[in-house]
């Protein structure tokens, strides 16, 4: 999938890594708790069910979502945008690929969890998510200061 910047979004593997930790870097600040290792990512990766998709511009890293299904439910794990790309659909066209090729695997429901405050609630309400609850405390930042997160799901199996 292209965006107006010229970006691609492709699947991702092990090997994309690299540039997920480029952008993961870039993206969360660390007072919340919300980036995940390297280690961690491989970890998820490795599992079935487990998917990623990357967003570059030429061969430079703009963003990823991490991304996991299970039965007829996936979950988006993470997703993120450098800082540089920013407010131009990049977000937006890794979401619209994630949901597409979710749907077309039989996923009937995407769920997810964003720390309350988070201003990427904007992004997934504006994309047909609704809330479904919140979890209290559930991200610890570097502080030990503790977040709640707030759950959305969105149906893809109904227009
Ligand atoms: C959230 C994030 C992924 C959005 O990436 P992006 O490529 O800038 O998003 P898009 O340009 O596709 O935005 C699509 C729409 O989402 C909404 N949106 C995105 N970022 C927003 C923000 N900071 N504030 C309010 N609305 C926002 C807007 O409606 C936007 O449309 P518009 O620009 O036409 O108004 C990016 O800000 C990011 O990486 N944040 C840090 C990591 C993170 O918190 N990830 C989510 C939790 S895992």
């Given at each position: ?23 993961m870097?870039?993206a969360f600040d660390p007072?919340y708790?919300e980036a ?44 993120a ?79």
């Amino acid at each position: 999938m292209a965006t107006d910047l010229a970006i691609r979004v492709e699947p991702g593997g092990m090997a994309d890594l690299p540039d997920v930790m480029v952008a993961m870097a870039d993206a969360f600040d660390p007072q919340y708790g919300e980036a995940w290792t390297e280690a961690q990512c491989a970890g998820i990766l490795g599992m079935a069910g487990s998917w990623l998709l990357v967003a570059r511009s030429g061969a430079d890293p703009a963003g990823f979502a991490l991304l996991r299904t299970v039965a007829d439910e996936a979950e988006l794990l993470l997703i993120a945008v450098r800082n540089r790309y920013r407010r131009q659909g990049v977000a937006r066209a890794l979401l619209a690929q994630a949901i597409g090729d979710a749907a077309a695997d039989g996923v009937a429901t995407l769920h997810l969890e964003v720390r309350d405050g988070n201003p990427a609630a904007e992004l997934y309400r504006g994309l047909g998510f609704v809330q479904i609850g919140m979890r209290r405390g559930y991200y610890r930042g570097r502080s030990g200061k503790v977040f709640d997160a707030l759950t959305f799901k969105k149906r893809l199996d109904v227009n």
